[in-house]
């Protein structure tokens, strides 16, 4: 059974940094395209970041130079590396996975609020 358990959202000032983690379990993790998503307060969920199974990197204009997304397949874990954070960036974040298949799952989402 496929298992996606985000943490490391929090409250953070404008400017500052968090780091955001995917721990997987059920899959094998370097083979399938992972990605972030997030979804803000009367809002549709976009998508933030995706990484492929062969290491290639998507962004969303609004985060593009400020976050990075990564993994570490002996930890099975994706991050998020989000630097010079924006109010605009205050929404629940949420680690996908998806399979070539079509099958795809979801975690339960962290909140990151940006506020002075």
């Known amino acids: 059974q496929v298992q996606l358990v985000e943490s490391g959202g929090g409250l953070v000032q404008p400017g500052g940094s968090l780091r955001l983690s995917c721990v997987t379990s059920g899959i094998i993790f370097n083979w399938h395209r992972m990605g972030w998503y997030r979804q803000a307060p009367g809002k549709q969920r976009e998508l933030v970041a995706v990484?492929?199974?062969?290491?290639?990197?998507t962004y969303a204009d609004s985060v593009r130079g400020r976050f990075t997304i990564s993994r570490e397949a002996d930890k099975s874990t994706m991050y998020l590396q989000m630097n010079s954070l924006k109010p605009e960036d205050t929404a629940v974040y949420y680690c996908n996975y998806r399979r070539s298949d079509g099958y795809e799952s979801w975690g339960q989402g962290t909140q990151v609020t940006v506020s002075s």
């Open positions: 990484i492929t199974s062969g290491g290639s990197r």
